[in-house]
């Protein structure tokens, strides 16, 4: 059985490859009379967008976002939402050389393990190309929680963290890296550029704060706000770990450290003294900001050698050449804010449905 398809009763299936014609997604769920255009969408898919800087891949793709169905004079009509992206810059003849070689780290060899062929030019549907989708369905999802705000941010790049007694949100647009300590965007900048030039990659971690979520969305156990989100950022390319609130560092503090100590708020809802548990408790969501970050692995298409084998099991050395982000987390950064978008509104629906 094939898995396309993510959400509960908002539901996006996303389809297409990264050297085929076209991607997109179809997003059902979405209530209807909501105001959407394409221009509404247009901003976040720019953020994502490849070639934007020289810290990411080459590859020129406009990324214009077609709405093809389930919107009518502006508004939303209830009905399945399908969104087009095309691809106009692919290469294939880049991948041609590894038509018969596995890329150590990607998903060349798991992909002809399960379907006994693999898609080579540039991954298929392995490749972070397929985000871009994603991105579009998140610009939909955004229309049904105008009532959150959404901030996702670079925190550390190639090990080094970001200064937090430094951070700016207005930097986090002014700068290639989606980074709100200037000074470290700086010394990223250096970084990633020496990756760059060694043929080498880096990794990332991309923070996402949620603020404006109403106490109450989630669900006290299969549907939790954590397993909720923790699935949909696990199913991002090249995502290797998830922590909401503190994350492992909670299992470093005691009992008294780590609570969220309340008090009366002036409105009749509690004050916390902190938030260690991310704005979630019991998998419900508290009314505090929610926080989650995402750990991005350094990018697996290289132009260092790197032992490998042949599809038919023989050793070899493989360089991947090609357009490639020498570090995937930077454009990752839209992504997850997509990706949260959507669980949101997920479960804002969720909770209409069960509570009114």
């Known amino acids: 059985m094939s898995f396309n398809t993510f959400g509960r009763l908002l ?26 255009s394409e221009a509404d969408i247009q901003p976040f898919m720019d953020a994502r967008k490849p070639g934007t800087s020289r810290f990411t891949t080459q590859r020129r793709e406009a990324d214009e976002v077609r709405i093809l169905s389930g919107v009518f004079e502006g ?27 596995y890329r150590p780290g990607h998903a060349d060899y798991s992909y002809d393990a399960k379907y006994g062929f693999r898609d080579y030019r540039g991954g298929g549907r392995s490749s972070a190309r397929e985000t871009a989708a994603r991105v579009a369905a998140g610009g939909v999802a955004r229309k049904i929680i105008p009532e959150v705000t959404l901030t996702a ?45 060694a043929g080498s990659s880096l990794g990332a971690v991309v923070e ?21 989100l923790a699935a949909a950022m696990m199913s991002i390319n090249a995502t290797k770990g998830i922590e909401i609130g503190d994350g492992f560092a909670a299992a470093r503090l005691t009992g008294e450290e780590n609570a969220d100590a309340m008090r009366p708020g002036a409105d009749g809802s509690p004050e916390f003294a902190a938030n260690h548990a991310g704005g979630t408790a019991g998998g ?48 990752g950064t839209p992504v997850v804010e997509a990706m949260m978008a959507l669980v949101l509104a997920d479960q804002k629906l969720l909770h209409l449905g069960q509570c009114g």
Not at 78 to 98: A, F, V, W
Not at 156 to 171: K, P, T, V
């Open 153 to 197: 941010y670079v925190c550390e790049l190639g090990g080094d963290a970001i200064d937090r007694d430094n951070f700016d949100a207005e930097r986090i647009s002014q700068n290639p890296f989606f980074c709100p300590d200037a000074a470290a965007a700086e010394r990223w900048a250096e970084k990633v550029d020496a990756a760059r030039k």
């Open 284 to 331: 419900i969501t508290t009314g505090q900001p929610l926080v989650c970050r995402v750990a991005f692995k350094p990018t697996s298409s290289i132009l260092t050698p790197v032992d490998t084998i042949t599809r038919k099991g023989e050793a070899t050395e493989i360089v991947t050449k090609g357009r490639h982000d020498p570090c995937v987390g930077i454009r």
């Open 75 to 101: 508004r939303t009509t209830g009905t399945p939402i399908s969104l087009m992206i095309e691809n106009t810059d692919q290469r294939s003849k880049d991948y041609s050389e590894i038509a018969q070689k």
């Open 208 to 228: 996402c704060v949620a603020t404006g979520v109403p106490a109450g969305w989630g669900a006290p156990l299969y549907a939790k706000m954590d397993s909720e």
């Open 11 to 36: 539901r996006f299936s996303t389809w297409g490859e990264s050297h085929g014609p076209a991607l997109g997604a179809v997003v059902d769920g979405c209530p209807p009379g909501l105001e959407l």
